[in-house]
């Protein structure tokens, strides 16, 4: 079996990046000492890209003005994409930074969207979640990984999408428009939501079977193709995009599964070849698409060198080769 490796240069390359960027590097890549990666983690809330989505926090601890869209969005208008500038994608962008959750910036940020952030839908509570199953995930995800310290509860949420499990084991935010089969990407969104809280809270066992029944959906199917015709779901999955927001791709999909921490499962060994074989001759990969839709700045470019998808490739495939 092939492996693949870091090397030095692509460490350094790796390491001369944004702070989120080097501190991700340092533990996932370098191992280095617990209190290295701390200095350089804390470091996201006052420089590089966390300080800037930081800086553009509303007075009332809103981005843009609104919890999923922003608050001058235009229905039915010729925008293209959706809007990424909101609450929850800025959030969810912090996150995969690594900002620190006890940082006094995300201490406060969460607190002032407990009190004052309602969803578009019914304007719901923002931590009390809304309708769909692919925004409550996330919304999970966010309230455990922040919330722990500012007291936030999602639990009830929780309960809500544990009811709302599908017969092949995972999630749609279609349910309410009939459908009856799970979705890629809104499975993902809310196995993402349920491991987090698992990690703040201990979870329970009606949680971890239901996440391993999400996992088992896409294991059965490669994290890549039908069930019933063996076809890929969409060519867009086998892109891999930084930030990926609610949008599923194969990388997205093989980093939640080495996140559990659990042995890889041979069934998403054509996923992880898929990845390998999109390294470039020097040690890089690129950024294969970017979701269209308002930002506030660009992390990277398409077609060009990324970091961020450099080093989660790497770090899925040392998660891989572990086991050769």
């Keep these: 079996?092939?492996?693949?490796?870091?090397?030095?240069?692509?460490?350094?390359?790796?390491?001369?990046?944004?702070?989120?960027?080097?501190?991700?590097?340092?533990?996932?890549?370098?191992?280095?000492?617990?209190?290295?990666?701390?200095?350089?983690?804390?470091?996201?809330?006052?420089?590089?890209?966390?300080?800037?989505?930081?800086?553009?926090?509303?007075?009332?601890?809103?981005?843009?003005?609104?919890?999923?869209?922003?608050?001058?969005?235009?229905?039915?208008?010729?925008?293209?994409?959706?809007?990424?500038?909101?609450?929850?994608?800025?959030?969810?962008?912090?996150?995969?930074?690594?900002?620190?959750?006890?940082?006094?910036?995300?201490?406060?940020a969460v607190r002032r969207i407990a009190e004052n952030g309602r969803w578009e839908h019914d304007h719901q509570p923002y931590f009390a979640g809304e309708v769909e199953p692919c925004i409550n995930g996330r919304t999970i995800q966010a309230g455990s990984y922040f919330g722990t310290a500012a007291d936030i509860d999602v639990t009830p949420i929780v309960d809500r999408v544990l009811g709302e499990r599908l017969e092949d084991g995972g999630w749609n935010c279609e349910v309410e428009n009939g459908s009856v089969r799970s979705s890629f990407h809104t499975t993902l969104d809310v196995l993402d939501g349920l491991l987090e809280f698992e990690r703040a809270t201990g979870g329970t066992d009606a949680i971890r079977e239901a996440r391993r029944s999400g996992e088992e959906f896409l294991l059965q199917r490669g994290l890549m193709r039908r069930l019933s015709t063996g076809e890929v779901i969409d060519e867009q999955i086998l892109d891999f995009a930084f930030p990926f927001y609610w949008r599923f791709d194969v990388l997205r999909a093989l980093d939640y599964f080495r996140d559990t921490g659990a042995t890889p499962d041979p069934r998403i060994a054509e996923a992880v070849e898929l990845v390998r074989s999109k390294q470039r001759p020097d040690g890089t990969w690129i950024l294969d698409r970017a979701h269209p839709g308002r930002v506030y700045f660009d992390l990277e470019r398409v077609g060009e060198p990324t970091r961020w998808n450099t080093l989660r490739a790497l770090r899925v495939l040392a998660w891989w080769d572990a086991i050769a």
């Design 1 to 108: 079996m092939p492996t693949t490796t870091a090397s030095e240069a692509t460490i350094e390359w790796l390491l001369s990046g944004d702070p989120a960027i080097r501190w991700h590097t340092l533990a996932d890549l370098v191992h280095a000492p617990a209190a290295e990666v701390a200095a350089e983690r804390a470091r996201v809330e006052h420089e590089g890209w966390g300080a800037d989505l930081l800086a553009r926090e509303d007075p009332d601890g809103l981005w843009a003005g609104g919890a999923c869209f922003p608050g001058d969005y235009e229905w039915g208008g010729d925008e293209p994409g959706q809007p990424w500038t909101a609450t929850m994608h800025t959030l969810q962008t912090l996150q995969l930074l690594g900002l620190d959750p006890t940082s006094t910036s995300a201490q406060a």
